[in-house]
Nanobody
């Protein structure tokens, strides 16, 4: 059974940083594009960032570009999201997802809560 398990969320003041991790029990992790999404209360889930299997292709949502960094360690089957200069509007449940088929993720984690206070 495939599992994506996120961790690292928490409560932080505006301007602070957090590092999210996602451990994937996925045999094909090292050959899979993986990504991060988030969902704020009352809003639809939105794309945050994604990284190709070897890390050679990375993309970000405009709202996090320059503040967030996505990375991965294929030896540890782990995906990361370094979040700096956090703002209250970054408050959301953050999900790890992948791999993707026709733009849709096959698997999703349970999410980790990030709350940024002003």
């Amino acid at each position: 059974q495939v599992q994506l398990v996120e961790s690292g969320g928490g409560l932080v003041q505006a301007g602070g940083s957090l590092r999210l991790s996602c451990v994937a029990s996925l045999r094909t992790f090292s050959s899979s594009t993986m990504g991060w999404f988030r969902q704020a209360p009352g809003k639809e889930r939105e794309y945050v960032a994604s990284i190709s299997s070897n890390g050679g292709r990375i993309s970000y949502a405009a709202s996090v570009q320059g503040r967030f960094t996505v990375s991965r360690d294929n030896a540890k089957n782990t995906l990361y999201l370094q979040m700096n200069s956090l703002q209250p509007e970054d408050t959301a449940l953050y999900y790890c997802a992948g791999p993707f088929v026709n733009g849709d993720s096959i698997y999703w984690g349970q999410g980790t809560q990030v709350t940024v206070s002003s």
